[in-house]
């Protein structure tokens, strides 16, 4: 299987993130891609490719063109406002019953086009973005051209970001690009299978009224963790996208026995949809102990998921999400790839 990798990714690191009631260093930084490559390389796979540079074509039929501009001005401005170093993030959130539309003031702009405390700007962040979107791009294209599955070594991961904000270490939706670009090169529907921990709001929130794309996701809860607002099982879709978004939620403690079955129910309605390709958010932070999860699935258990991923028989575009448990991060990873390619 090949990989769409890219060393611009490492500018973005030296931000933190709230955590509750802690600012402590972003736990999604540099060193877990060089974690799931060494990782990936154990088990044999090692083509990695350079991802061809795209322009925003594509994105700006995921994201509004103005938030992409944003993402790109960001820390110019705020640098421009307080200096070299440091880090860019918002001090007020829109809410209801406050205006959002942006002045000029890097700050203003944050308080749109942001949902969190998680989606820090450095130096480098803009560059990692594009780097992000442009291996999604490239695998989709590699896809066009024979390849049957193909995986895109990429952060930021995309799946919270939604259509003008982001968030959760999300800037461009990723998994959301990649499907677009599946479209554009003539698939006539796609299905996102999204495996992190967390629920992809981002990911959901953009097809939600379209039945082109099918959205299944196996969560935690909402009552139980982030991003708290959004994953319930009653979430179906609306308009044309209605009983095209499948939201698998459990709760904290889930081991695979719960999870399991939950994927083959994600994937038996996949098949049932029949589309042309399968787009897969890859997260990993199910496996127990990791430090921004809370379910306990094992190292085992992701080869289990990659073996019935294969199963439905469809090609296949891996996308990185999350995963932040940094000793068993590259087995976890390579385990999902292996069995897949077991399958």
């Not at 469809?314 to 385990?335: D, K, Q, S």
Request: proline letters at 5%; glycine letters at 10%; aromatic letters at 10%.
């Amino acid at each position: 299987m090949k990989l769409i990798y890219s060393e611009d990714h490492r500018g973005h690191a030296g931000a933190k993130e709230m955590r509750y009631d802690q600012m402590i260093p972003m736990s999604e930084c540099p060193e877990r891609m060089d974690i799931i490559l060494a990782g990936l390389a154990d088990a044999g796979f090692s083509d990695i490719v350079p991802p061809n540079a795209h322009g925003f074509e594509t994105v700006h039929q995921i994201h509004d063109p103005n938030f992409v501009s944003f993402l790109e001005r960001c820390y110019p401005l705020w640098e421009a406002e307080f200096g070299p170093g440091g880090f860019a993030t918002a001090y007020v959130f829109g809410m209801r019953g406050m205006a959002q539309v942006p002045n000029q003031s890097v700050h203003s702009m944050l308080s749109c086009y942001t949902f969190d405390v998680c989606a820090p700007f450095v130096d480098g962040t803009w560059q990692a973005i594009c780097s992000a979107k442009d291996s999604a791009l490239t695998g989709a294209d590699l896809m066009q051209q024979g390849e049957q599955a193909v995986f895109s070594v990429c952060r930021p991961a995309g799946h919270h970001a939604m259509k003008d904000m982001a968030g959760g270490y999300c800037y461009l939706n990723n998994a959301a690009i990649a499907a677009q670009q599946h479209l554009n090169n003539g698939a006539k529907r796609v299905a996102i299978l999204d495996m992190d921990y967390h629920h992809g709001n981002g990911t959901q929130s953009i097809f939600y009224d379209r039945a082109d794309v099918l959205y299944a996701s196996l969560h935690c809860r909402p009552e139980d963790e982030y991003p708290f607002l959004m994953g319930y099982a009653t979430e179906v879709g609306e308009g044309d996208g209605k009983g095209y978004n499948l939201n698998l939620p459990m709760p904290r403690g889930t081991k695979f026995d719960v999870w399991g079955p939950a994927l083959e129910c994600a994937l038996a309605r996949i098949q049932a949809y029949a589309p042309d390709v399968l787009v897969i958010s890859l997260g990993v932070d199910a496996f127990a102990g990791d430090p921004v999860g809370g379910f306990e699935l094992q190292s085992d258990d992701f080869l289990s998921a990659g073996r019935m991923i294969a199963k439905a028989g469809l090609p296949t575009h891996f996308i990185m999400e999350g995963g932040y448990e940094l000793e068993a991060l590259g087995r976890n990873v390579a385990n999902v790839i292996t069995g897949y390619e077991e399958g």
